[in-house]
């Protein structure tokens, strides 16, 4: 059964920072065939795509809302994504999801989430 288990979500204060990590786990093929995605939703809002990536930490995409801010970055050997935040705000209050997708096709799969909040 595929798991995704997010960590590292807090209270922080408007420009700190932050690392998420997801770990997957129960996938069918390796971890390095799966794209791998970090979503946020915030309160009342629609969940929206934050960042992703492919098979190396060279293929990389940023939503222009956090491009400069957030790094999104892989382990394939643990089998890891993570987030660095950086120089964070308010407005990046949400709880944030990480996806993987097969390469081939197929339905993604979903973390639980964890809460991140912004404030001071």
């Known amino acids: 059964q595929v798991q995704l288990v997010e960590s590292g979500g807090g209270l922080v204060q408007p420009g700190g920072s932050l690392r998420l990590s997801c770990v997957a786990s129960?996938?069918?093929?390796?971890?390095?065939?799966?794209?791998l995605s970090w979503y946020r939703q915030a309160a009342g809002k629609e969940r929206e795509l934050v960042a992703h990536?492919?098979?190396?930490?060279?293929?990389?995409n940023y939503e222009d809302f956090v491009k400069g801010r957030f790094t999104i970055f892989r382990d394939n050997a643990k089998n890891t994504v993570y987030l660095q935040m950086d120089k964070l705000a308010p407005e990046d209050t949400a709880v944030y999801y990480c996806?993987?997708?097969?390469?081939?096709?197929?339905?993604?799969?979903w973390g639980q989430g964890t809460q991140v909040i912004v404030s001071s």
């Open positions: 996806n993987a997708a097969f390469f081939a096709g197929g339905a993604p799969a």
């Open positions: 129960g996938f069918t093929s390796t971890f390095s065939n799966y794209v």
């Open positions: 990536i492919g098979f190396t930490n060279d293929a990389t």
